[in-house]
Structure formats: structure tokens, C-alpha cells
């Protein structure tokens, strides 16, 4: 085993763009690293490979970028989109922590197939969907992928790295990991005029396709969870005790209901006695709320100032690039206090919002880049910080629950923000 010195020495000196790409070769069995040992290796390599081409298949979604104005475009009234929002919030936060729960009993590659394969069938619902009521069930569907994947993508990769004590290593991921996600959703807004020009039907058929691309990857994945727990060295924890309960046969659902009941205590149990958790959970929501939501509602704040429509797109994928900076800029600052990362990321959230009352499009756009920035910025480290404490057991429900934290915050503060700018 390599020290932990060296592995991060060499993963600072190595360029992300050149990681990314040596980690997606890994996906498909190709030599991810030229020298052993440099960070992630072996199969939690492989396993990182895959979950970035996931993450690049879940972001570059063309119709879904433009879903807004391809269902106008339809004659979807402005009143019914919202509704549908409001139907995607309202199922995510449901689901949000019953799926954290159902990877960590059930298998998080089971979980994350799932994700993928409700991807793809969502594209065929809106590429089908005829009414306000097939396009509004096909959104609310939409927000179980995002909730069956959120945590479970964490888990797998933490536990991945935890399983070949490399685990310092995550940070590196969480902070790739995001910048290939803005990038991909930047990228896919570019492509917003071209999904319109193709129109709705193609759009969503290409979606669809890009959502089999990820089903496939995801289908590579390796569970790991009961080995880390056996590496963990928990007490009472064993490959037997940790293995996936039956899903047929004699006893099963009460087996299920047992496993679904212990995880969830557990839970309840570790966020109890932990408040420093809890309370990253909630400030982490909260902060995270105001830059999402000005960068929402920029894209109709930016014309009404000024803003040339033909730059919109532009404008808004300048400001997502604030997103991939302030996750690659995470990882210079691993060693700085979390109390630091939070008033640092607070000071730039409150100056972009501040850019609001100067009325100047070119202002605005430097203040969502700022908030973009900022967002990434404490979200990164928040994952790190966040996993390193979360046991190995209930990973994808705890982090599942920093996911409805911060849905029910969104459900507060979304007409509030939307009244005041």
C-alpha cells in the first residue's frame, strides 16, 4: 500500500482534465495510470472510470437543458411548466431519502441502474407525452432518477476508494466529479437553439439514447459496501451480515422491512448524536439555495436588463464555468478549515446577490459567475467533509438526506426569491 503523502503528491501535480480522461479509459479496461499507485488504481480506478461517464451521460441532456422552452414551444402555458416544477420538487423531496435508504439496503449499483433507467424512459414519456398530465407524471419521474442517484454515486465512489485505503483520494473525485457535471449541463445549454431547431421529439430521442449510454456504464459497477464495512473493522459487521437481503422467496419482505427499519434508525441515530453534521447539512442547504436559485432566475432577469437574447446562452455558460472554477479551485484549499471554506463562500454568495440592485447585465453576469463560484466552492467540500464522517452502512441515506435538506429549503425560499427579483 502506498502512503497517503505520496498519493497525494502525485494526484496534486497531475492536471484534472488528464485524470478525467485516464479514469473514463479505466471504464472501458484501458491502462487508466502510466506509473502504479498514482491515486485511485485497481478497480476503484475502473469504478470511478464509470461513475464520471455517468456523470457526463446525466449532463448532457440537450432536451432536458431546454425542457422550459421546448414544452412553450408546444403551448404549455407559463402557469403549467411551473406547476410541473413544482410537481419535480415535490417528488424529489419524497423520494429523496426513502431511495438513500433503498441503495444502502437493497445495493447502490442496483440503485444507480434504476437512476439510469428512469433517465431514459423519461425521454420516451415526454417524447410520447400528448398532455399537460402524461408531461407532468413524465417530470415528477424525472425526480426519482436525480433521487436515486443522489448519494449513491458518493457511496460508491467513497467506499470504492475506502476499500483500497484510499480514501484521501475522494476529494480529488468530488471535485472532477462536479466540474465534468457543469460542464456537460453548460455544454447541453449551448445546445439549447439546436434542440429547439430539431424539435422536441428528436431531442428527447437523443436524450433517451445518451440515458442507455449511462445504464450501460452503470452496469460495470462493482458493490462494494460489504467489503468496506469488513475493512471498516465495524463490530458485529461481516461480509454475511452485510449482504443484500432477498428480494423473492420465503420471508423476504419482512426481511426488507427489517433492513429498511435498521438503516433508517441508524440514521436517525448518527445524526443525533452528531450536531456538527447537522448542522453542515443545513447551512450547506441554505447557502446553496440563493446562488441555484439567481442563476435561475437570471435567464429571465439578464433580457429584461438589456441583455441581447441571442447572448443569453453565452451569458449563461460563462456563468456555469463559475461552477467547474470553484470546484477546481476546492481542491487548493483542502487544508483549510471548514468554518473558513464557509465564510469565504458566504461573503462571494452575498456580493453576487448585492449585483442585483445595480440593474447592468454585464454586472449580472459577473455576479452569477461569482455565485456559481462560491456554490461549488463549499459544495465540494462539504461532500468531503460530510463522507468523512458518515459510516460506511448508511452512506447513500445520509447523504440522501443532505440532498432533502436542501429540496426543503428550495420549496421556502423559491417564491420568496422569485417575488423579490
Not at 478497480?43 to 461513475?51: D, I, P, V
Not at 450547506?284 to 439578464?302: D, E, I, K
Not at 473558513?340 to 453576487?352: D, E
Amino acid at each position: 500500500m502506498q502512503k497517503t503523502g505520496n498519493r497525494q503528491k502525485t494526484g496534486n501535480g497531475q492536471k484534472t482534465g488528464n485524470r478525467i480522461s485516464a479514469a473514463v479509459k479505466a471504464a472501458f479496461g484501458g491502462n487508466a495510470s502510466g506509473t502504479q499507485g498514482e491515486g485511485a488504481s485497481g478497480q476503484a480506478e475502473r469504478q470511478l472510470g464509470k461513475l464520471y461517464l455517468i456523470t457526463a451521460a446525466s449532463g448532457f441532456q440537450i432536451a432536458g437543458a431546454s425542457w422550459v422552452a421546448l414544452l412553450a414551444a408546444r403551448g404549455f402555458s407559463l402557469a403549467e411548466i411551473g406547476v410541473m416544477e413544482a410537481v419535480f420538487h415535490l417528488v424529489s423531496l419524497c423520494g429523496e431519502i426513502p431511495s438513500g435508504v433503498a441503495a444502502d439496503v437493497l445495493g447502490r449499483k442496483q440503485a444507480m441502474l434504476f437512476s439510469q433507467l428512469i433517465t431514459a424512459a423519461t425521454s420516451v414519456m415526454m417524447l410520447l407525452s400528448g398532455s399537460f398530465f402524461t408531461a407532468a407524471l413524465a417530470v415528477g419521474l424525472s425526480a426519482l432518477s436525480y433521487n436515486f442517484a443522489s448519494g449513491t454515486r458518493e457511496a460508491l465512489a467513497y467506499d470504492g476508494l475506502k476499500s483500497e485505503g484510499k480514501e484521501d483520494a475522494y476529494d480529488r473525485f468530488a471535485s472532477g466529479e462536479m466540474m465534468l457535471y457543469r460542464i456537460s449541463s453548460a455544454s447541453a445549454t449551448l445546445c439549447a437553439g439546436f434542440a429547439l431547431f430539431l424539435g422536441y421529439r428528436v431531442a428527447y430521442g437523443i436524450d433517451a439514447l445518451i440515458g442507455l449510454v449511462g445504464f450501460a456504464a452503470a452496469l460495470g459497477l462493482k458493490d462494494i459496501s460489504a467489503e468496506t464495512a469488513a475493512a471498516d473493522g465495524e463490530k458485529g459487521t461481516s461480509q454475511k451480515e452485510t449482504r443484500r437481503p432477498r428480494v423473492f422467496g420465503n420471508g423476504c419482505a419482512a426481511e426488507l422491512c427489517r433492513r429498511f427499519r435498521d438503516c433508517a434508525a441508524e440514521s436517525v441515530r448518527f445524526l443525533i448524536g452528531d450536531r456538527y453534521a447537522c448542522a453542515v447539512i443545513l447551512i450547506n442547504a441554505v447557502l446553496g439555495a440563493f446562488p441555484t436559485l439567481l442563476l435561475f432566475f437570471l435567464q429571465a432577469r439578464l433580457p429584461e436588463e438589456g441583455l441581447p437574447e441571442a447572448l443569453l446562452g453565452p451569458a449563461l455558460f460563462f456563468m456555469g464555468m463559475g461552477h467547474v472554477l470553484g470546484a477546481r479551485m476546492m481542491r487548493r484549499f483542502r487544508s483549510v478549515r471548514y468554518r473558513r471554506i464557509l465564510t469565504c463562500s458566504a461573503a462571494g454568495i452575498t456580493a453576487a446577490l448585492a449585483s442585483l440592485f445595480l440593474h447592468n447585465p454585464w454586472v449580472l453576469c459577473a455576479g452569477g459567475f461569482l455565485a456559481a463560484f462560491a456554490d461549488d466552492f463549499l459544495q465540494v467540500r462539504t461532500d468531503v467533509t460530510l463522507n468523512d464522517r458518515i459510516p460506511s452502512a448508511q452512506r447513500a441515506t445520509l447523504i440522501s438526506v443532505n440532498s432533502f435538506a436542501f429540496s426543503a429549503v428550495m420549496i421556502v425560499l423559491s417564491p420568496i426569491m422569485g417575488a423579490v427579483i
